[in-house]
């Protein structure tokens, strides 16, 4: 059994392996030869279920960005966070918000870590009324 994290992880490969081959979930999920953890799966097809109300959220809180112009991999962050802040609430702001800029610096670009924490963070205020608490910085 995999961790949260590692669905998370997989669940971005699969989102942006959608959205560079403009398939859907069914689509992309059916040509697997094993299925994803079950966690990651419930990502990929929430995400895509969500698709419109997801990236409208994402538009209204990225100023001087345009959705179509980030980062492939900094959009799927976004689109996964925006579904797990909206769409799965018994999840804690800061494990959604932590998660997603810790994947952020992993595979995109240098300032992407911080572009993804703001933009989680404004979208975390707008549809759960809270601000996140700042993530734990490591001791000097």
Same mark, same amino acid.
């Given at each position: 059994?995999? &961790?949260r994290?590692?669905? $998370? /992880?997989?669940?971005?490969?699969?989102?942006? /392996?959608?959205?560079?081959?403009?398939?859907?979930?069914?689509?992309?999920?059916?040509?697997? !030869?094993?299925?994803?953890?079950?966690?990651?799966?419930? #990502?990929? $097809?929430?995400?895509?279920?969500?698709? %419109?109300e #997801?990236?409208?959220?994402?538009?209204?809180?990225?100023?001087?960005?345009?959705?179509?112009?980030?980062?492939?991999?900094?959009?799927?962050?976004?689109?996964?966070?925006?579904?797990e802040l909206?769409?799965? $609430?018994?999840? !804690? &702001?800061?494990?959604?918000?932590?998660?997603?800029? /810790?994947?952020?610096?992993?595979?995109? &670009?240098?300032?992407? =870590? $911080?572009? #993804?924490? =703001?933009?989680? =963070?404004?979208?975390?205020? %707008?549809?759960?009324?809270?601000? !996140?608490?700042? !993530?734990?910085?490591?001791?000097p």
């Amino acid at each position: 059994m995999s &961790t949260r994290r590692e669905a $998370r /992880e997989r669940a971005l490969s699969l989102c942006y /392996e959608a959205d560079v081959r403009g398939l859907d979930a069914n689509e992309l999920l059916g040509e697997l !030869p094993a299925p994803p953890d079950e966690y990651a799966e419930a #990502v990929v $097809r929430g995400v895509e279920s969500h698709r %419109d109300e #997801v990236d409208a959220i994402l538009r209204k809180v990225s100023e001087h960005w345009a959705l179509e112009r980030m980062p492939l991999v900094d959009r799927a962050l976004l689109r996964i966070g925006c579904y797990e802040l909206g769409w799965q $609430r018994d999840l !804690p &702001t800061g494990v959604v918000i932590s998660e997603a800029v /810790e994947l952020a610096k992993q595979y995109s &670009t240098k300032d992407s =870590g $911080r572009f #993804v924490n =703001g933009m989680l =963070g404004r979208i975390a205020e %707008d549809l759960r009324g809270q601000e !996140p608490e700042p !993530p734990e910085q490591p001791a000097p």
